[in-house]
């Protein structure tokens, strides 16, 4: 897997956010991961931004703390 972080603003973590673009071994895209002040977006491979899931970082923060 390829993951790279892309448009990295300066800290603190301006409106834009900070995007993690994630691909396969093969280039193919997996999709994008913007993470910004108040929210988290996923976009799945060529899924536009405006259509990506959104949820606000504190619900982010608990489904992570669920994880096994």
Sequence with gaps: MQVSVE???KVPVGNKGVLIRLRAEDGTNLGKLWIGQAKVRWARGNVPE???????????????NELP
């Design 7 to 9: 448009d990295i603003p």
């Design 50 to 64: 405006k259509n990506a899931k959104k949820l606000s970082v504190q619900d982010f923060v608990e489904f992570l």
